[in-house]
C-alpha cells in the first residue's frame, strides 16, 4: 500500500531521477548509433529545419531514427507493463504479456495474412502497401483472442483455468501456424519469420499516431487499477475481502494488459522476454510490492531495456542488424536466471 | 435487558452452485448469532461445512436462502466496499508477497477506506501503526513479512483484520500451523480484541480444548444439527458428545477434553497419590488399561515418588520411571 515514509520518498524520488537521466542517455544514444555513423553535432542539427546539415542526415535521424527510438520507448513501457500486471493477477513470476494468448493471435493473424494468401495475388498488394496491412490483421487476430479471453474469464472464476486455456490457446494457434506454413511458399514463409523475429524499425511516423494514443489508452487504464493490483497481490480471497470487485477489475486490467501487448504485438512482432524480465528488475531495484511505484518504474526501465536492445541489434557502425527478438532474449533470459539463483525459490512475484 | 446482536443467521442454508449439476447444499437451518465482544468457535467434524459457512458469511459466495444480518442489516444489499467495511477475513492461505512489510500488509486493512490510488491519510497510519501494537509487532514493521515466524504472520493478518475496523472478524483455522504456546498467545488476543474493540470474533478451529477454555461461545454443528452456547453450556447438555461421527471418539465431561475410546486391554488397580497417581493413571489409560476401583483386578500398580511397582500374582517387580513400567507391561 502507500504507507511512503519522507525518508522512503527520497530514496524513490532520486531512484526515479537516476532512471529518468538513463531513460534521456539511452534515447540520445539510440538517435547516434546506428549503421550510419553521424556525429553528434549533427544529430542535433538536425532537428531544426533551419540549421544548415546534410538532408541525408536529416532523413536518417528524423524519419528513421527518431520514430524507431520512439518505437522502442512505447514497447518497452507497454510489454513490461503488461507484464508487472499478468504477474500480479496470475500470481506467476513467469507470466508476461503473452500468457492470454494475445501473441498467439496476433500470429494467427499474420499467418492467415501473410501465408494463407501465398498462392494468390495478395502478395502483391502486401508488399506495395508496407507493414501497415500486417499490423492490422495482426492486432485483429490478437483482438478477437482478448475478447475470447475476457468472455471467458466472465465465466471461469478459476484463475489457473484462465492461465491453462491461455497455453492451450497457444498451443492451438501454434499448430495451426504450422499447417499453413508447410503450405506455403518460400518467400511467403521469409516475411512470416522475419515479422516473428520483431522489428521496431518498420514503424513510420504515420503508424506512430496509431501505436501511441492505444498504448496510452492502456497505460490510463494500468494506473486507474494500481490500487486493485496491489490488493490481487495477497490472493483473490483477500482482494474481494477488502472490497475489490474481482471480475470487474480483472477485466479491465486484462482490457489494458491486451491492448498494450496487443498493439506492440501487431506494430513490431512478438518480442519476447521484456515483459517478464523488467517486472522482476525492477522490485529488485526498487524493494517494494508496491504498485504505486512499480508501475512507472517498469515504464520507464521498460523502455531503457528496450532502447538498449535496439542498440545493440543495430550493430553501431556496421551493415547488418541482428533479429531484435534473439537480443531480447539474450538480455531477458539472464536476467529471469539470476532472479532464480539469487532466490533460490522463485515461488511468488 | 434487551439482548444486542452484532451478527445473526436466520434459517441460513450454504453450499455450492455446481455447473450444470443441483446445487450442493452443504448445511441448513443455521440459527445462529453472535454479540459485540464475543469471541465465537465454529467447531465441527473435518467436511461439516465450516469453510463454506465462513466463506459464506465473509461475501465470497451467496447463499441459498434464509439471510445474515449485521446490526440487523442483511448483508446481502451491501456492495462490494460496504461488505468491506462489514466484514474482514483471514484465511488459511499463507500470504507470500516478496518485498511486503508487516506495516504495507496491516495497511492493507484501510484499504475499503482510502482514494482510488491507496493513499494513507494521517489517520489511516495511526489507526495501522495501533492495529500493529494491539497484536504485540511492534518494531515489526519494516520487516518482510516473507521473513516472520509463523505466529508472527498470524498476528500481522490478524493486525490487517483490525484495521479494517469492521463489527465482524471472522477466521478459517487462525491456529492451524502455529505451536501451541502460538495457539493460546493467538487465542487470548483475540478474545482480548473482541472484548476491548467490541467487536465480534468467529473462527474456525480443530484445538477443540483451547477453543473450550477460550471462547465465550460455540457455534456447534454436528451430524444431528446445531447448537449454540457457551462452552460450559455444551458440555453440560451433552453437545459435545454429538460432534463427531466417529464412535471412538468421545468427551470427558470431568476432564473437559475429549479422548480416544479404546478396546480395554486388562483391568488394572492403581495405589499411590497425588502428581505420581494422576500421571501413572494417564499412562495406564494411553497404553488402553482398564483402571478398576472396586472390581477384581488382573494386576495391581502402586505408584510411589520415584518408584513404581508391578504386582502381578503375589510376584512384585519395581522400577523407576513409567517407561519402564510400560516396556515391561508390553
Known amino acids: 500500500m502507500s504507507a511512503i515514509k519522507k525518508t522512503e520518498k527520497i530514496t524513490i524520488g532520486l531512484q526515479f531521477f537516476v532512471l529518468a537521466l538513463l531513460l534521456i542517455l539511452f534515447f540520445m544514444a539510440d538517435l547516434l548509433l546506428g549503421s550510419v555513423i553521424i556525429p553528434v553535432k549533427q544529430v542535433l542539427l538536425a532537428f531544426f529545419p533551419s540549421a544548415e546539415t546534410s538532408e541525408t542526415y536529416r532523413t536518417i535521424v528524423l524519419d528513421f531514427r527518431l520514430p524507431k527510438a520512439l518505437t522502442a520507448v512505447l514497447t518497452g513501457a507497454a510489454l513490461s507493463l503488461s507484464g508487472l500486471q499478468m504477474q500480479t493477477v496470475f500470481r506467476n513470476p513467469l507470466a508476461g504479456p503473452y500468457v492470454l494468448g494475445i501473441s498467439a493471435g496476433a500470429s494467427l493473424g499474420v499467418a492467415l495474412f501473410v501465408l494463407g494468401f501465398s498462392s494468390s495475388l495478395a502478395f502483391g498488394v502486401f508488399s506495395a502497401t508496407g507493414a501497415l496491412p500486417l499490423a492490422m490483421v495482426a492486432w485483429l487476430g490478437s483482438f478477437l483472442v482478448m475478447l475470447l479471453v475476457l468472455f471467458v474469464s466472465t465465466r471461469v472464476n478459476d484463475i489457473m483455468t484462465l492461465l491453462i486455456l491461455g497455453i492451450l490457446f497457444t498451443s492451438a494457434v501454434t499448430a495451426i501456424v504450422s499447417i499453413l506454413q508447410y503450405f506455403s511458399s518460400e518467400s511467403m514463409l521469409k516475411a512470416f519469420i522475419i515479422w516473428t523475429m520483431g522489428s521496431l524499425g518498420s514503424v513510420t511516423k504515420s503508424q506512430l499516431a496509431v501505436l501511441a494514443p492505444a498504448i496510452g489508452a492502456g497505460v490510463l487504464l494500468a494506473f486507474f487499477k494500481i490500487k486493485d493490483l496491489n490488493a490481487f497481490l495477497l490472493g483473490e480471497d483477500y482482494a474481494r475481502s477488502l472490497g475489490v470487485s474481482i471480475k470487474t477489475s480483472r477485466i479491465i486490467i486484462f482490457l489494458s494488459a491486451s491492448l498494450l501487448a496487443g498493439t506492440i504485438t501487431a506494430f513490431c512482432g512478438p518480442i519476447g522476454f521484456i515483459g517478464i524480465a523488467v517486472p522482476h528488475i525492477c522490485r529488485v531495484f526498487f524493494k517494494t510490492a508496491n504498485h504505486l511505484v512499480l508501475v512507472p518504474a517498469v515504464i520507464i526501465t521498460g523502455s531503457i531495456v528496450m532502447l538498449f536492445s535496439d542498440i545493440v541489434s543495430q550493430l553501431p557502425g556496421m551493415q547488418t542488424t541482428l533479429p531484435l527478438n534473439s537480443v531480447t532474449a539474450l538480455i531477458g533470459i539472464p536476467v529471469i536466471i539470476w532472479m532464480i539463483v539469487k532466490n533460490r525459490k522463485f515461488v511468488s512475484v | ?330
Open chain 2, 1 to 330: 435487558m434487551e439482548e444486542k446482536v452484532n451478527i445473526e443467521l436466520k434459517q441460513l442454508s450454504v453450499g455450492y452452485q455446481q455447473q450444470g449439476e443441483a446445487p450442493l447444499e452443504v448445511l441448513k437451518d443455521l440459527n445462529l448469532s453472535a454479540a459485540p465482544g464475543e469471541m465465537v468457535a465454529l467447531i465441527g467434524s473435518n467436511g461439516i461445512g465450516k469453510s463454506t459457512l465462513l466463506r459464506t458469511l465473509a461475501g465470497f459466495q451467496p447463499w441459498f436462502s434464509g439471510d445474515v444480518l449485521i446490526k440487523g442489516r442483511s448483508l446481502k444489499i451491501l456492495n462490494a466496499r460496504e461488505t468491506a467495511r462489514t466484514m474482514s477475513f483471514v484465511s488459511t492461505e499463507i500470504v507470500r508477497v516478496p518485498n511486503l512489510t508487516v506495516f504495507d500488509m496491516v495497511a492493507y486493512g484501510r484499504f475499503p477506506y482510502t482514494n482510488w490510488i491507496g493513499m494513507l491519510t494521517e489517520e489511516d497510519q495511526y489507526i495501522v501503526s495501533d492495529a500493529i501494537r494491539k497484536v504485540g509487532l511492534e518494531g515489526f514493521e519494516k520487516r518482510p513479512v516473507m521473513q516472520i515466524s509463523d505466529g508472527e504472520r498470524q498476528r500481522a493478518m490478524i493486525a490487517r483484520a483490525l484495521a479494517q475496523d469492521t463489527p465482524v472478524i471472522i477466521l478459517d483455522e487462525p491456529t492451524a500451523y502455529l505451536d501451541v504456546s502460538n495457539k493460546y498467545e493467538i487465542f487470548h488476543l483475540l478474545q482480548l480484541l473482541a472484548f476491548e474493540k467490541k467487536k465480534t470474533v468467529v473462527l474456525s478451529t480443530h484445538d477443540l480444548n483451547i477453543a473450550l477454555r477460550e471462547v465465550d461461545k460455540l457455534w456447534l454443528i454436528a451430524p444431528e444439527g446445531n447448537y449454540q452456547g457457551a462452552p460450559e453450556d455444551a458440555v453440560l447438555k451433552g453437545w459435545l458428545n454429538q460432534l463427531f461421527r466417529n464412535e471412538h471418539i468421545g468427551f470427558d465431561e470431568q476432564e473437559g477434553e475429549f479422548f480416544f475410546k479404546k478396546d480395554f486391554r486388562a483391568k488394572v488397580k492403581v495405589e499411590g497419590q497425588g502428581l505420581p497417581l494422576t500421571w501413572t493413571l494417564r499412562a495406564l489409560n494411553r497404553k488402553g488399561y482398564q483402571i478398576v476401583m472396586q472390581a477384581e483386578p488382573d494386576f495391581r500398580v502402586r505408584a510411589g515418588e520415584n518408584e513404581w511397582e508391578v504386582i502381578l500374582s503375589d510376584k512384585t517387580k519395581k522400577f523407576n520411571s513409567i517407561y519402564q513400567l510400560l516396556a515391561y507391561l508390553e
